[in-house]
């Protein structure tokens, strides 16, 4: 009797451009863990070329790896198959930061000590916090703007400053043309709020990430003379109670070292619900 041959199926990593039904399923699979995956969810939503698919006769896994080396991921049951497929598919490639909520981070981080053997030069530690409650911030006379392309001239001193401070590990040089298309690129897919003084801008926040049912909120900065002020509160309160009119709850992540701004958002009504990472390689 001839014996039947049985092809187990093997998981595999597909650019989800591939076929459009890829993101429908990225975002089907992401929607009940949104809370910490807001910009996979967008990616997803903005069907982005860089998002990529871990597919067996389903999604166990969805990941973002840009141009730059850069990778967030959400893989919540790794198994010894798609390891190899990720390994596979990062061996020849350089990774410059993994970012995301600490347990995801952290998978990615021993996947790539694994087969490359070495580890971030640059480890940064945040908390993962949501806006829950509506606090009274004491209100404050403050001329808050919507910033649009036309502001990116005003806005981009701010943003430097920002990436420079709050972004960049030391040992990388800032890149102004580049952080300019960047700057541009959030003033026209995403929402920034800044305070005015005078002719310029002193602090600034804006989302990150604008999904189905969430925002992140990211780029908070304001200018060394204007601080403890109330300026972060006041901007990061206000895009949340924004986007609470869309039925969109807020998250955003902030260093456990920086403690000024961790009392800023608890003062606006967030509290910590996770840990998140950013590891830079050199």
């Avoid at 981070?105 to 949501?130: S, T, V």
């Avoid at 955003?252 to 830079?280: H, Q």
Wanted: aromatic content about 12%; charged content about 30%; overall charge positive.
């Amino acid at each position: 009797m001839a014996q039947r041959h049985y092809k187990l199926k093997m998981p595999k990593i597909i650019q989800a451009a591939e076929n459009e039904e890829f993101f429908l399923k990225a975002e089907n699979f992401l929607l009940p863990h949104e809370k910490i995956c807001s910009q996979l969810m967008q990616m997803a939503m903005q069907k982005s070329k860089e998002l990529y698919i871990i597919f067996e006769t389903e999604i166990l896994g969805v990941f973002y790896f840009s141009e730059g080396g850069i990778l967030t991921s959400f893989i919540p049951k790794p198994t010894k198959e798609s390891e190899k497929e990720l390994c596979n598919f990062f061996y020849e490639k350089k990774i410059s930061c993994i970012m995301g909520e600490k347990k995801e981070a952290e998978k990615i981080r021993k996947l790539i000590f694994k087969l490359k053997k070495i580890q971030p030069d640059d480890i940064r530690e945040m908390l993962f916090m949501e806006y829950t409650q509506s606090k009274n911030i004491s209100a404050q006379n403050l001329e808050i703007a919507e910033c649009s392309l036309q502001d990116a001239d005003k806005l981009f001193p701010l943003h430097i400053s920002y990436t420079q401070e709050e972004v960049l590990p030391e040992w990388k040089k800032i890149n102004l043309a580049l952080e300019r298309l960047k700057l541009e690129k959030i003033l026209r897919t995403q929402k920034v709020l800044a305070v005015k003084k005078e002719n310029s801008f002193c602090a600034k926040a804006q989302t990150n990430a604008i999904s189905k049912n969430f925002i992140q909120i990211g780029g908070v900065f304001t200018q060394k003379e204007f601080r403890s002020k109330g300026f972060a509160s006041t901007l990061v309160k206000k895009l949340a109670e924004e986007f609470k009119k869309e039925n969109k709850k807020s998250v955003l992540f902030v260093n456990k070292k920086n403690k000024p701004a961790i009392c800023a958002y608890k003062k606006a009504g967030f509290i910590s619900f996770a840990k998140y990472e950013m590891l830079y390689y050199k």
